[in-house]
């Protein structure tokens, strides 16, 4: 290999690789615990107006850290006796169904339309934001 083009590439892959820990220093530390901040009220009476089917949700886990929570798109909205929403339909990106608590739900300022064809294969192409 030409020793210009392998000094090149390492440059390239450094370079990459300094990006790549800049981006999870921001999202781990700047993004996910601003959801926090952002999502206390959520289990209010006007959570409804603040999460609508085809939002895209980040899901709390007890058994996985922050970073690597599933990400979920909201196909239904659950209403308690009381007429409040208590819960959600959640399709995650494994094609998986599961019902979860307002509260282990945080928002992501995306999300799909729901009058969109259901392409939840969660491509980052399909999300408006």
């Known amino acids: 290999m030409d020793p210009l083009a392998r000094?090149?590439?390492?440059?390239?892959?450094?370079?990459r690789e300094d990006s790549l820990k800049i981006f999870r220093?921001?999202?781990?530390?700047?993004?996910?615990?601003?959801?926090?901040e952002r999502t206390l009220?959520?289990?209010d009476s006007s959570f409804e107006d603040k999460i609508k089917p085809g939002d895209i949700v980040l899901i709390k886990s007890p058994l996985k850290t922050r970073p690597f929570w599933s990400l979920g798109k909201v196909l239904e909205l659950i209403r308690g006796s009381d007429n409040l929403v208590r819960m959600v339909?959640?399709?995650?990106g494994n094609r998986a169904i599961d019902i979860?608590?307002?509260?282990?739900l945080f928002h992501l300022e995306f999300s799909q339309q729901p009058e969109e064809p259901?392409?939840?294969d969660m491509e980052p192409s399909s999300f408006k934001m």
């Open 7 to 15: 000094r090149d590439l390492i440059q390239s892959l450094r370079s």
């Open 25 to 36: 220093k921001v999202w781990n530390e700047d993004y996910l615990l601003s959801l926090r």
């Open 41 to 43: 009220n959520f289990a």
């Open 89 to 92: 339909k959640v399709k995650k």
């Open 100 to 104: 979860h608590s307002i509260k282990h």
């Open 118 to 120: 259901d392409s939840t």
